[in-house]
């Protein structure tokens, strides 16, 4: 009879049946003289196998077997994640080949990790994962630990603009699980010099619905959240609160003011960055593990000397540069790897392409991070100063 015939319950009474303890027992008894073959795709192989088999995806059995196993005597077991493809394959081998030392590991793979045995395992990634990152987890530093690390963070992004652009993108592609953004504006045709998550075709829309867009068409192991508004008092701590790390390119200060003082009372780091002109300067905050925004600027500058973007020009790259030096920053902090930079002010200048770095402390008199600064109680929570009073214009 053609075995193509029979179905899978009469072939199983044809094949020697293996529990997954039998199996294993057997398989450690042989001390390597067995061939244990893999009966799945290369995809299933990476997630899980288990220890010293061979992989023979079902349609290479026939031609692989003269091979793999030379003797007809020899001693074969078979699996796969269920135990049907690779009892297919045994009564093949069998019927057909003349192996008549053949079993099957009923329940396939499936079964013997439900019965707790021991499996080859890639830990938390899927094989298009592996695949994807596999310049990452190939970095002794970072493996896939580091990985697993990003694909499980959320990063929240203070602006889809000329930082968040270049930022997002690179969050994105390096596989942060969850990317926040916040931002109320729509794109203009003067952002597309320099914000390169949005295109010419998206003017008008909204710039988190264009970043998002862009962001899923990179990576869809990316979770996209829209905040289609703007920071304020009533909403930072809500907004804030379920993220690990905050990225600030907010273009105005009263919000970077209040991004501080919301992070530092919900102990949340914030990579900050700023560009004007042809400079361009990034710190990493890391409440009370150094300083805060705060302890580095304790009075706004007055708002002739901060200029918007819009207003006083920029060089389309400095966004790409200190944007993709703050994603190194989140990434570092995520994955646990390097040295962020905090208390540490670095600065950049295009023209002559220069980096600075200058020292900053804590400010032992710091209304917020300060050993003196005073718990707000909780009915004050997400109440904050007027900040509009800094930088009236
Ligand atoms: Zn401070």
């Given amino acids: 009879m053609e075995s193509g015939t029979l179905s899978l319950?009469?072939?199983?009474?044809?094949?020697?049946?293996?529990?997954?303890?039998?199996?294993?027992?057997?398989?450690?008894?042989?001390?390597?003289?067995?061939?244990?073959?893999?009966?799945?795709?290369p995809h299933e192989h990476a997630e899980a196998h288990l220890e010293g088999d061979v992989l023979v995806p079902p349609v290479e059995v026939a031609e692989r077997i003269d091979e793999l196993a030379p003797d007809t005597s020899q001693r074969l077991i078979l699996y796969c994640r269920s135990g049907a493809r690779s009892a297919r394959a045994a009564n093949l081998l069998q019927e057909q080949f003349g192996y008549d030392n053949v079993a099957n590991v009923e329940g396939g793979i499936l079964a013997w990790q439900e019965a707790g045995l021991?499996?080859?395992?890639?830990?938390?990634?899927?094989?298009?994962?592996?695949?994807?990152?596999?310049?990452?987890?190939?970095?002794?530093?970072?493996?896939?630990?580091?990985?697993?690390?990003?694909?499980?963070s959320k990063v929240l992004l203070l602006g889809a603009g000329g930082l968040g652009s270049?930022?997002?993108?690179?969050?994105?592609?390096?596989?942060?699980?969850?990317?926040?953004?916040?931002?109320?504006?729509?794109?203009?045709?003067s952002n597309?010099?320099?914000?390169?998550?949005?295109?010419?075709?998206?003017?008008?829309?909204?710039?988190?619905?264009?970043?998002?867009?862009?962001?899923?068409?990179?990576?869809?192991?990316?979770?996209?959240?829209?905040?289609?508004?703007?920071?304020?008092?009533?909403?930072?701590?809500?907004?804030?609160?379920?993220?690990?790390?905050?990225?600030?390119g907010a273009d105005n200060f009263p919000t970077r003011y209040l991004l501080n003082d919301a992070s530092v009372r919900l102990r949340k780091p914030v990579v900050s960055a700023s560009i004007l002109a042809f400079d361009g300067q990034i710190s990493t905050f890391v409440p009370f593990e150094g300083p805060c925004y705060r302890c580095l600027y304790p009075t706004p500058p007055p708002a002739?000397?901060?200029?918007?973007?819009?207003?006083?020009?920029?060089?389309?790259?400095?966004?790409?540069?200190?944007?993709?030096?703050?994603?190194?920053?989140?990434?570092?902090?995520?994955?646990?790897?390097?040295?962020?930079?905090?208390?540490?002010?670095?600065?950049?200048?295009?023209?002559g392409t220069r980096f600075t770095e200058l020292k900053v402390r804590r400010d032992p008199n710091c209304p917020v991070c300060g050993p003196n600064a005073e718990e707000i109680p909780q009915s004050e929570m997400g109440k904050f100063p007027d900040y509009e009073a800094f930088c009236a214009r």
């Fill in 304 to 351: 002739e000397l901060a200029p918007s973007c819009g207003e006083a020009g920029v060089l389309g790259v400095m966004a790409g540069v200190l944007g993709l030096l703050q994603a190194n920053e989140v990434i570092k902090l995520v994955a646990g790897i390097g040295e962020p930079l905090i208390g540490r002010l670095l600065l950049y200048d295009s023209l």
């Fill in 9 to 41: 319950e009469e072939i199983q009474k044809r094949i020697e049946q293996l529990s997954p303890e039998q199996a294993l027992e057997e398989i450690k008894a042989a001390n390597g003289d067995l061939v244990l073959l893999d009966i799945r795709e």
């Fill in 166 to 189: 270049p930022t997002a993108l690179y969050l994105a592609a390096a596989g942060v699980g969850t990317l926040g953004l916040v931002d109320d504006d729509v794109v203009d045709e």
């Fill in 192 to 248: 597309l010099q320099r914000q390169v998550i949005h295109t010419t075709d998206r003017v008008g829309e909204p710039k988190t619905e264009s970043a998002r867009k862009s962001i899923e068409a990179l990576n869809p192991d990316v979770e996209v959240i829209e905040h289609r508004t703007r920071l304020s008092a009533e909403n930072v701590l809500e907004i804030i609160k379920d993220y690990d790390v905050i990225v600030d």
């Fill in 118 to 152: 021991p499996v080859d395992e890639a830990e938390g990634l899927t094989s298009e994962q592996r695949e994807r990152y596999s310049r990452h987890t190939m970095l002794p530093e970072f493996g896939v630990e580091g990985q697993v690390k990003l694909l499980n």
